[in-house]
C-alpha cells in the first residue's frame, strides 16, 4: 500500500519520533514551514536526514518533500531564497498589460519551482482562487484575479513556468475559496451558491485547469456546498470528489486535502482528528495534517493502516504510487524568456518591504510604474 499521509515537524531537526514518522508506511510525505529553515545548509541537512531514515526503514522511494511557497505573505524559506511576488501582483500587471502578466507570472513560476526541486522539494501550489475577499486568500494576496478568465490564464502561465523546472502543479481550493464567507483555518465555512453559479465562476477554473491536463494534483476546499451536497465539505464529498470532480470533469490525478488540522473541517480532538482524516481518505487519495504532536500522528497513522476507508481502491493506490515517484521531479532546461531588468528590480524591492501597510503603498507605485512604462515583452 502507499502512504496516505502528508506530516509536518515541529522543529528543525528530526526527533525520534519524527524518525518513527518517516519510517512509517502510511507515511506519504513531510511537509515543511518557517519553522523547520534556518538557511540552505540546514535544510539540505534535513532533507538528507529524512530520506536517510526513510532508506534505512527499506523505503525504495525518495520520501516527496512539501512546502507552501506561493510568494508574498506566504513563502515559508526567507533568508538564501529568492522573494517571490504574490499572485495578485500577476493580476495587477495582466490587467495593465496580459501579455506581460502572463509573461511574469510564467519566469515567477519558474523561478519558484527551480530554486526547490534543486533541494528535491514541491510546491502545493497555485492558488486558483478567485479574488473575491476570502479572509484566508485575499488579505495575502494569494489569488491572481477576480476573473475566472483571468485566472485561468495566469494560473497556466504560472504553471507552464512550474512544468518547466520540473516541479507538479497542485490546483486548490477545489471547487474555490475566494468568496467572503470566512477562513477554514479557523471556522466552518458554508457556501450557498448553486452548482451552475459556481460553475459559471470559481469552479470554471478547475474545469479549464483539468482539461487541459496542467494540473497533477488537486486540493479540496473545507468549505461546505449546501445546495450542491449538504451537510458535507469538498474535501469528504462523495458528489464533489467522485461524482464531479472525477466523473463530470474526467479528472484523474491525486487528490490531496488540505491540512485536516484546519477547524473547517471539524475540531481537533483526537476522535475528530482520526474522522476527519477517515472521510478525507474515503474519496480522496492523501491527506495532510500539520501542527500536531508527533505522538498524535503516529497514533493517527497506525489507526488508519489497515482501515477500510483508508484502503482505497487499487486505482488510486496507483495514482499516490506515481504521484510519490515523480514528486521529486529532476530539474528541466528552462526555455529562453526575455526579461525587463527594471521592473524585475522594482517588483524584487516590493517585496523587501515586510510591513504590510509599506508593502502596499509601495506595491501602488510599482504598478503605476508599470503603467506608464511600454511594456513589450518581459
Known amino acids: 500500500m502507499s502512504g496516505r499521509l502528508i506530516v509536518s515537524l515541529e522543529s528543525k531537526q528530526l526527533s525520534d519520533q519524527e524518525r518513527e514518522i518517516v519510517r512509517h508506511p502510511m507515511t506519504a510525505g513531510i511537509i515543511l514551514f518557517t519553522k523547520n529553515y534556518a538557511n540552505k545548509k540546514q535544510l539540505k541537512e534535513l532533507i538528507a536526514d529524512i530520506q536517510a531514515t526513510a532508506a534505512s526503514a527499506g523505503k525504495d522511494q525518495t520520501v516527496p518533500i512539501f512546502v507552501d511557497h506561493e510568494g508574498g505573505f506566504v513563502q515559508r524559506f526567507g533568508g538564501g531564497f529568492k522573494s517571490l511576488p504574490a499572485a495578485e501582483v500577476y493580476g495587477r500587471t495582466y490587467d495593465i498589460n496580459p501579455d506581460a502578466g502572463l509573461k511574469l507570472a510564467k519566469q515567477y513560476g519558474y523561478h519558484m519551482a527551480k530554486e526547490l526541486v534543486d533541494l528535491g522539494i514541491t510546491s502545493l501550489a497555485p492558488v486558483c482562487d478567485l479574488d473575491k475577499g476570502s479572509a484566508a486568500i485575499s488579505p495575502f494576496g494569494r489569488a491572481f484575479h477576480t476573473s475566472p478568465d483571468a485566472v485561468i490564464e495566469l494560473a497556466s ?108 473541517a471539524g475540531e ?61 521531479p529532476k530539474s528541466k532546461k528552462p526555455k529562453a524568456t526575455p526579461t525587463n531588468k527594471h521592473m524585475l528590480s522594482m517588483l524584487e524591492q516590493y517585496m523587501s518591504h515586510k510591513n504590510a501597510e509599506r508593502t502596499a503603498a509601495f506595491g501602488r507605485g510599482v504598478i503605476a510604474g508599470m503603467a506608464a512604462m511600454k511594456l513589450r515583452g518581459l
Open 268 to 328: 481537533n480532538d483526537y476522535d475528530a482528528l482520526l474522522d476527519k482524516t477517515k472521510k478525507a481518505l474515503k474519496f480522496g487519495d492523501v491527506g495532510i495534517m500539520c501542527h500536531q504532536k508527533p505522538e498524535t500522528f503516529l497514533q493517527v497513522l497506525k489507526d488508519i493502516q489497515g482501515e477500510p476507508d483508508c484502503a482505497s481502491t487499487p486505482e488510486s493506490n496507483a495514482r499516490v504510487q506515481k504521484w510519490i515517484s515523480q514528486a521529486v
Open 157 to 264: 502561465a504560472y504553471i507552464e513556468g512550474m512544468h518547466e523546472a520540473g516541479m507538479r502543479a497542485t490546483a486548490k481550493h477545489f471547487p474555490g475559496h475566494g468568496q467572503d464567507i470566512g477562513d477554514t483555518h479557523h471556522q466552518k465555512v458554508t457556501d450557498t451558491r448553486s452548482l451552475a453559479e459556481l460553475e459559471e465562476n470559481d469552479l470554471k477554473v478547475f474545469s479549464a485547469l483539468v482539461k487541459e491536463g496542467l494540473i497533477d494534483a488537486v486540493m479540496p476546499a473545507h468549505i461546505e456546498f449546501s445546495a450542491v451536497d449538504k451537510g458535507k465539505t469538498a474535501g469528504e464529498s462523495e458528489v464533489w470528489l467522485k461524482n464531479i470532480l472525477r466523473e463530470k470533469l474526467k479528472y484523474e490525478g491525486v487528490i490531496v486535502s488540505d491540512c485536516l488540522s484546519m477547524k473547517g
